[in-house]
């Protein structure tokens, strides 16, 4: 069976969407969703560096008849995303919904009465949260005999990232520390995401999570930096070390980490994993992995290269996501609910 797909949003990820859903046996493109003026008419291969396909961008597009939505805006909106559910088309989404039972209770219910009359499945997924985030500690704890507690690291120096947009704007690096809290705008969405991997790996795994709490701790640039164009001035802030803990009974049984840096060292007291992706898992036996994502182990690459294939491995999650997805029955369909086999 093929079935029909549109890519809505066309960034870094959308980009390599289109890319994954043109290769792929089983997708067809079916539209694509810009909201940029300058896109709007552009063949979805050419947005892509392809050949012309024969489907242009279009700011309006319709999804019904549509078999899925893979939904990679930059400011995602539970109005827009239950329009496309309430229209039958099922959503898989990079940007929110990893664990839509643990949501806002409004955006919840409206997400749910959305999937139920359109009989169709939302899935959120992606790399962190997503696969490396859930999918591979859930595949570790198949070695288990007991699980006491669970910790997901990531550690990335964000300078390399052409996303200046997203490094000053919405994750709020650059800006003065006093006004970077867990509460300020973007990163308080940023933070929700996390909140619910917590609660989808406490309640994948049976930890009994009760409470999930958020700490955040920032610290300054020494000097400044040009970042991908723009000025990081030193003084503002240069480094986020995020801590999201989920308890039971008052002890922590899941923990989600990230160390965040543009450019500046590591302060000697934050925790030292590699860069990349690192799991740990407590319990009986105890064990840990390290991942990354890279062009490639083997040849040399630019670092552009290597830089991109985070998009890469976070779109075709969702791109192989798909089949199964549509596959699921109507409603919420987590990280946790499909098959561990994607590719292929």
Known sequence: MVYRVVQWGTGAVGVEAIRGILDHPDLELAGVKVYSDEKVGRDAGELAGREPVGVAAAKEVDTAGVDAVLYAPRHPSVAEAAA?????????????????????????????QASAA????????????????????????????????????ERADWSVYDSVEITFDQMHFGSPPDGVTPDTDGLKFTSELFQQQVWLLGDALGLGVDHVSTDL??????VDRDICGRTLRAGTVAGQHWRWT??????????????????EPQPKH???????????????????????????????????????????????????AVPAVCDAGPGFVTLADLPLRLFG
């Not at 039958?88 to 940007?95: D, E, I, M, P, R």
């Not at 701790?217 to 020494?222: D, L």
């Open 217 to 222: 701790e920032v610290i300054p640039a020494s």
């Open 118 to 153: 359109g009989h169709s499945s939302l899935h959120g997924t992606g790399l962190n949260p997503g696969n490396l985030g859930v999918v591979v500690p859930i595949a570790l704890s198949g070695m288990s005999r007991s699980v006491e507690h669970v910790k997901v690291q």
């Open 270 to 320: 934050w925790p030292a994993p590699q860069h990349g992706w690192t799991v740990t898992i407590e319990g009986i036996p105890s064990m840990q992995a390290h991942l990354m994502t890279l062009a490639s182990f083997r040849r040399d690459v630019p670092l552009a290269e290597h830089v991109r294939s985070a998009s890469v491995a976070t779109a075709m999650q969702a791109v192989n």
């Open 84 to 112: 496309i559910l309430a229209s039958g088309a099922n959503l898989v989404t990079t940007a929110f919904a990893f664990h839509p039972a643990r949501m806002e209770p409004a955006a919840r219910e409206a997400l749910r």
């Open 246 to 263: 989920g308890h039971r009974d008052g002890a922590a049984v899941v923990e989600v980490e990230t160390l965040w840096t543009v450019g």
